[in-house]
């Protein structure tokens, strides 16, 4: 049997800025932590979907991460821990973690959500066949004028969001009112 599954990227979305904010001292926006237990209320697997290149620079570990993941609700967690242009597959913008996650917990792509404030994400879930939401917290709003500047092409320019939020706690409304394209 397939679940469904929501996807929400850590920094920009959750909380803290469109800077990487290190475990410990990030701050979760208001009422996101309402909003990851109204999704698992209604059923969901509720899955991290993070790079973090800090711990392969030695700034954080991947334990501090993942307890920090785990103490704001997420029921697994999907992290890339690479630098930029390490040639990981797992890294965004590939779609290396949604695919993982789908083989690790029986997920039909299709039925799962991205949550996220940045172009790479919306790719991602595009490869995979996710729905996409993005936030205007963090880095979406500078992201979306990119887009609407013309400065995505190709791949790029196909991975329009499905919704458009201005933030986590409205794209997981949309979420529970079906994800419709609106």
């Known amino acids: 049997m397939f679940r469904q599954a929501v ?3 850590r920094d920009g979305t959750l909380g803290g800025t469109d800077r990487v904010v290190l475990p410990g001292e990030f701050e979760l926006y208001p009422k996101v932590q309402d909003s990851i237990q109204s999704l698992r209320a209604a059923g969901m697997l509720i899955c991290s979907f993070t790079n973090q290149p800090g711990i392969a620079r030695g700034e954080a570990t991947m334990g501090e991460f993942e307890s920090e993941l785990s103490a704001f609700g997420f029921d697994k967690i999907y992290l890339c821990a690479h630098e930029h242009g390490a040639g990981c597959q797992c890294r965004k913008p590939s779609a290396g973690m949604l695919l993982k996650a789908a083989e690790d917990n029986h ?3 299709a039925k799962c959500y991205v949550i996220r404030d940045r172009w790479t994400d919306m790719l991602a879930a595009k490869e995979a066949g996710c729905k996409k939401a993005l936030v205007m917290t963090g880095a979406g709003a500078k992201e979306l004028e990119k887009y609407n500047n013309h400065e995505y092409f190709g791949k790029w320019k196909d991975a329009y969001p499905d919704f458009i939020a201005t933030d986590l706690n409205e794209a ?6 079906g994800g419709v394209n609106k």
């Open 7 to 9: 996807f929400i990227d």
């Open 107 to 109: 997920l039909d792509l």
């Open 172 to 177: 997981v409304t949309w979420i529970l009112e």
